[in-house]
């Protein structure tokens, strides 16, 4: 699931108020696979490199990685 929220994310450039609460939601139960984490920094990085822009206009964070 994290993979393809990610992929398009990637490629739209966009990172969706429905996909990051998604992405919200899956790390909240906690348990992620090390590729899930994997996937996730990837999606971090392309955010913090402008690759991405997040959809939401407010100035929440994504949570950290655990």
């Known amino acids: 699931m994290l993979s393809t929220l990610v992929k398009s994310a990637l490629q739209t450039g966009y990172l969706?108020?429905?996909s990051e609460g998604l992405i919200r939601?899956?790390?909240a139960?906690?348990?992620c696979p090390q590729s899930d984490l994997d996937t996730l920094e990837?999606?971090?990085d392309a955010l913090q490199r402008g690759q991405i822009q997040r959809e939401a206009q407010n100035?929440?964070?994504l949570p950290s990685l655990p």
């Open 25 to 27: 939601q899956i790390l």
């Open 42 to 44: 990837i999606l971090y």
């Open 59 to 61: 100035d929440m964070k």
């Open 16 to 18: 969706s108020v429905e």
């Open 29 to 31: 139960v906690g348990r």
